[in-house]
């Protein structure tokens, strides 16, 4: 969800600006970690992923440019939508309000724990071994290890959006660089032909 259908890190650096009065630049995100990469504190960092979690900041953030029209394409051809987030449990209900808000096409919604930040018990979110039982045909990811996760693990085949803080990749097989999602449907759409998709 973050980066891929909203602009997180771009809403991040304008929380840091504001609570932290340090402006960095989006390409200056080379670290997945926005607050290290912003050069924050211990404290600060977490007080910026308590702040950025919020209700109203989560509302807040953009959609990404062509995701939601992609997505829209994609339900009409029969494919169902499954969104992946690694967001923390308790923000599940505004993130949904964030997709109705937006219009996000989705069939299904689940929280992962992707990176070992929080606990899934008595929570609705799900662990990685749990999503590696699910089954999906194509995904798109901003987040390196993730993205290798899925093609590796899931051997999902992955398009990987092109973000600072990915570009440390050297070639992975399964995985497949993308600037912007036009690009992500066109490479798709001569996927889903190669494999015999009527539509």
């Known amino acids: 969800m973050d980066d891929v259908l909203c602009h997180a890190a771009r809403h991040f650096l304008m929380i840091v600006e504001r609570e932290f009065g340090k402006r960095i630049e989006y390409e200056r995100l080379t670290n997945f970690d926005v607050g290290e990469s912003c050069g924050l504190r211990p404290d600060e960092r977490e007080d910026l992923y308590r702040i950025v979690h919020r209700r109203d900041e989560l509302l807040r953030m953009a959609p990404v440019s062509d995701a939601i029209a992609v997505l829209e394409g994609w339900k009409k051809r029969g494919f169902e939508i499954a969104i992946i987030t690694g967001r923390p449990p308790e923000t599940y209900e505004t993130s949904i309000e964030w997709l109705s808000k937006h219009r996000v096409p989705f069939h299904s ?28 045909c194509w995904a798109v990811e901003d987040s390196l290890p993730m993205a290798h996760y899925l093609a590796e693990e899931m051997k999902v085949p992955v398009a990987l959006i092109d973000c600072p803080w990915n570009q440390t990749d050297t070639e992975q097989v399964g995985v497949s660089r993308y600037r912007h999602w036009q690009a992500i449907a066109e490479a798709f759409t001569a996927l889903t032909i190669r494999c015999g998709d009527k539509e």
Do not use: G, H
Request: no cysteine.
């Open 109 to 136: 919604f689940t929280i992962v724990d992707k990176y070992s930040r929080f606990s899934t018990e008595q929570t609705a979110a799900i662990s990685l071994r749990e999503l590696a039982a699910q089954r999906f």
